[in-house]
Nanobody, 122 residues
Framework: QVQLVESGGGLVQAGGSLRLSCAAS????????MGWFRQAPGKEREFVAA????????NYADSVKGRFTISRDNRKNTVYLQMNSLKPEDTAVYYC???????????????WGQGTQVTVSS
């Protein structure tokens, strides 16, 4: 069973950067697709980015493409989300997620972290 713990959120000014980390426990981490999602107040949770088990393939939501970078280190059981050129509309709780059937397009994720708050001030 994979357990996920996010960290790295905080308050940043527009145009700034943050790096989120998600530490995973469990032997299956390195064989699963990993994803980042976010949920803003009053909105549904949305897909942000995903990375294949090897790290060789990534996928991004159009709203973050060119600004966010997902990566993983399977030796450390950790996935990262580097967020640059942050905008106020990026404000949300960010979750990492995975699952044995997790897909690069954002579906079939059934294991979730507790989330980390990202707030971007204008």
């Amino acid at each position: 069973q994979v357990q996920l713990v996010e960290s790295g959120g905080g308050l940043v000014q527009a145009g700034g950067s943050l790096r989120l980390s998600c530490a995973a426990s469990g032997r299956s981490f390195s064989s699963y697709v990993m994803g980042w999602f976010r949920q803003a107040p009053g909105k549904e949770r949305e897909f942000v980015a995903a990375i294949s088990w090897s790290g060789g393939s990534t996928n991004y939501a159009d709203s973050v493409k060119g600004r966010f970078t997902i990566s993983r280190d399977n030796r450390k059981n950790t996935v990262y989300l580097q967020m640059n050129s942050l905008k106020p509309e990026d404000t949300a709780v960010y979750y990492c997620a995975t699952g044995p059937l997790a897909m690069m397009g954002g579906r079939e994720y059934d294991r979730w972290g507790q989330g980390t708050q990202v707030t971007v001030s204008s």
